[in-house]
């Protein structure tokens, strides 16, 4: 069966270092893999959006890497600030784009 | 002006009642879903419905349903809830291949 997997439920950082949140998949071949951030009590929130065919996307302080061989994302929030805190989710669509399927997410927490 | 619209953002009802949870968007997106995120923050497709098509969710029970009136709106409907509908659903749209608007969701209490 398909399977996102979010290598950690929580990650605590220190301001100013860099996350780095892990995303696995299996028996999936997705067209797009994107990055969302959800604050308690509110929708998720679009980040970045990357293709089966690019390696990289930057976006400000943002970066996704995208390995179809590895079948894995890494997301990087570089000078990471407290206002950063929340749950990042992974998230992966196929070809049609109309079932988009979520990991189950990694709390982030950075101390000032 | 909010995108992605849903009524009402908390919901409390007894068992057994029929019940709907409205959601519009102003984005001119042409694809709208319904997702459940359950008490341990999963996130799950219920539906995805553009204009041609609906596809839903093998799991989710035909108690559920989506009502389209236009492209804008996607309404979902729940009969007979049970104890275990309890959750927090999203609606969402989004155009192409690009990311998608959550609304801010409807937080359901069935008891």
């Known amino acids: 069966s398909q399977k996102i997997e979010q290598n950690s439920e929580a990650l605590n950082i220190q301001e100013g270092k860099t996350a780095t949140l892990t995303c696995n998949y299996t028996?999936?071949?997705?067209?797009?893999l994107q990055w969302y951030r959800q604050d308690p009590g509110r929708g998720p929130v679009f980040l970045l959006l990357?293709?089966?065919?690019?390696k990289e996307k930057r976006k400000e302080r943002l970066k996704v890497t995208f390995d179809t061989t590895l079948k894995q994302s890494l997301f990087h929030i570089t000078a990471s600030q407290p206002a950063d805190s929340a749950t990042y989710l992974c998230?992966?669509?196929?070809?049609?784009?109309?079932?988009?399927?979520f990991g189950a997410g990694t709390r982030l927490t950075v101390k000032p | 002006d909010t995108a992605v619209s849903q009524t009402p953002k908390y919901l409390v009802t007894q068992m057994g009642n029929d019940k709907s949870i409205k959601c519009e968007q102003n984005?001119?997106?042409?694809?709208m879903y319904w997702y459940k995120q359950d008490s341990k923050k999963f996130l799950k497709i219920m539906f995805s419905y553009n204009n041609k098509e609906l596809i839903i969710n093998e799991t989710v029970p035909n108690r559920f349903s989506p009502k389209s009136p236009d492209k804008a709106h996607l309404n979902l409907h729940i009969n007979s809830l049970e104890l275990g509908d309890s959750a927090v659903y999203f609606c969402a749209s989004s155009q192409a291949s690009y990311g998608y608007t959550f609304g801010s969701g409807t937080r359901l209490t069935v008891v």
């Open positions: 998230a992966l669509d196929g070809y049609d784009n109309n079932d988009m399927r």
């Open positions: 990357i293709r089966e065919n690019e």
């Open positions: 984005l001119g997106h042409d694809t």
């Open positions: 028996n999936y071949s997705p067209a797009y």
